[in-house]
């Protein structure tokens, strides 16, 4: 498939609440096996929707005229310049274990609206 637009979004269950939902992306259920690819001010195809995805799904990226072009990767930790292809996927040996105090969290906790 051919997207042209200022960008795609790949998120995890845990990092769809952020830029994807501003975007118009899905939320994923915490502890799901899903990704989402979002897209951002996608020109063509004009009805492009967001793209909900199994977690041993791989998305490769071709940048058309690369040279004219200039596409980037970014994560939470890292960025990549000038890429013309890329090979995107949930690495299973990288693991996060997060912990949470809900007595901690108090009122400033309440995503959407919704308490903790």
Known sequence: MNIN???LV????IGSTGYNRTLGGPLLPLG???MAVTGKAIGCPLSWPPIVLSDHSILD?????????????????E???NIS?????RSPDRTVTLLVDREA???????????C
């Open 5 to 7: 637009g200022d960008g």
């Open 10 to 13: 790949l998120t995890t269950p």
């Open 32 to 34: 799901s096996s899903l």
């Open 61 to 77: 990226i071709e940048v058309i005229e690369a040279v004219h072009r200039p596409v980037q990767i970014a994560t939470t930790s």
């Open 79 to 81: 960025t990549v310049l």
């Open 85 to 89: 292809r890329a090979r995107l996927f």
């Open 105 to 115: 969290q108090g009122p400033l906790c309440t995503p959407f609206g919704r308490q």
